[in-house]
């Protein structure tokens, strides 16, 4: 099993930049294929970004695409997502997932998630 805790969000203006950031424990870090979402007040949670286990792979969301970047580092057992260029739409509570494989994609089943993190974008 593995602990995720995000941290990073925030209240930013659009147009500029956040990290958000999750640290695991628990099990091997490396084992596991990451990933982030989000969830808007009233609207269902949606897949933003994923990694694989070693970084070499990663998937976006087409409304990140060019903006987020997501990065992992295994001897930290971290991962991050760099948020750029920020909107009003990106707000919303920003969860880290944790998955069985090692390359996830959009419709992976995840099964570790964290408490979330707040990203509020003022326009």
């Known amino acids: 099993q593995v602990q995720l805790v995000e941290s990073g969000g925030g209240l930013v203006q659009a147009g500029e930049s956040l990290r958000l950031s999750c640290a695991a424990s628990?099990?091997?870090?490396?084992?596991?294929?990451m990933g982030w979402f989000r969830q808007a007040p009233g609207k269902e949670r949606e897949f933003v970004a994923a990694?694989?286990?070693?970084?070499?792979?990663?998937y976006y969301a087409d409304s990140v695409k060019g903006r987020f970047t997501i990065s992992r580092d295994n001897a930290k057992n971290t991962v991050s997502l760099q948020m750029n260029s920020l909107k009003p739409e990106d707000t919303a509570v920003y969860y880290c997932?944790?998955?069985?494989?090692?390359?996830?994609?959009?419709?992976?089943?995840?099964?570790?998630w964290g408490q979330g993190t707040q990203v509020t974008v003022s326009s």
């Open positions: 990694i694989s286990w070693s970084g070499g792979t990663t």
């Open positions: 628990g099990r091997t870090f490396s084992s596991y294929g």
């Open positions: 997932a944790a998955c069985m494989s090692l390359v996830p994609g959009p419709r992976t089943e995840y099964h570790y």
